[in-house]
């Protein structure tokens, strides 16, 4: 069984950062790997993909995001990290880490393409 956790969330004030951990574990299929996937969800709002890697490594990002939030990956260790800095108020949500099993990551936002998600780390941001 696939299990995905996140960690690292918190509470900063307006222009802190923080670091979001995300691993995947429990898949016994060799021919697929994990497809890593940022998202959030805020309050009253729909779910947004915030960041997200191919299997080549490039990187897609929320446009509001871009330029303040890094993804990074440690394939060997099934990990991705969300480096985000400068952090502003509108970034609070919960954040999520979301898994698919893929051959190839073509850094996809759409929540319906991931099987298996964390169970979220909250990011508050404060004025």
């Known amino acids: 069984q696939v299990q995905v956790h996140e960690s690292g969330g918190g509470s900063v004030q307006t222009g802190g950062s923080l670091r979001l951990s995300c691993t995947a574990s429990g898949n016994t299929d060799s021919r697929y790997h994990y497809c890593l996937t940022w998202f959030r969800q805020a309050p009253g709002k729909e779910r947004e993909g915030v960041a997200s890697t191919t299997t080549p490594g490039d990187t897609y990002y929320l446009g509001a995001v871009r330029d303040r939030f890094t993804i990074s990956q440690d394939n060997a260790k099934n990990t991705v990290y969300l480096q985000m800095d400068n952090l502003q108020p509108e970034d609070t949500a919960m954040y999520y880490c979301?898994?698919?099993?893929?051959?190839?990551?073509?850094?996809?936002?759409?929540?319906?393409?991931?099987?298996?998600w964390g169970q979220g780390t909250q990011v508050t941001v404060s004025s």
């Open positions: 979301a898994a698919a099993l893929e051959t190839y990551c073509t850094g996809n936002f759409r929540p319906e393409r991931y099987d298996y």
